[in-house]
């Protein structure tokens, strides 16, 4: 079992930043693979950003949308992944979702936080 705990969401103008951070407890955290998924309202959630680690180092996908404005990060030691976000556009207002599974498991299978409000303001 793993438990989330999302943070760091809010209110920012266009333009902004906002940091989220996702603490984790229970199993191993380094042996998941950890995403950030949004969903806006009206809309299907979208899977944002994956970090997934193993002994040789991060390997890290992102929706195209948000290249070059948001970074995933994770820290093993401190059980915590982090989704830095920059140059906020009101289109990246959502629910903002921290998941956890396993390298061979599925998204549907895995584990969620309870989801922080991001609102950018044009």
């Known amino acids: 079992q793993v438990q989330l705990v999302e943070s760091g969401g809010g209110l920012v103008q266009a333009g902004g930043s906002l940091r989220l951070s996702c603490a984790a407890s229970?199993?191993?955290?380094?042996?998941?693979?950890m995403g950030w998924y949004r969903q806006a309202p009206g809309k299907q959630r979208e899977l944002v950003a994956t970090?997934?680690?193993?002994?040789?180092?991060?390997?890290?996908n992102y929706v195209d949308s948000v290249k070059g404005r948001f970074t995933i990060s994770r820290d093993n030691a401190k059980n915590t992944v982090y989704l830095q976000m920059n140059s906020l556009k009101p289109e990246d207002t959502a629910v903002y979702y921290c998941?956890?599974?396993?390298?061979?498991?599925?998204?549907?299978?895995?584990?969620w936080g309870q989801g922080t409000q991001v609102t950018v303001s044009s």
């Open positions: 998941g956890a599974r396993t390298r061979g498991g599925s998204w549907a299978d895995g584990y």
């Open positions: 970090i997934t680690s193993d002994g040789r180092g991060n390997y890290i």
């Open positions: 229970g199993s191993i955290f380094s042996s998941y693979v």
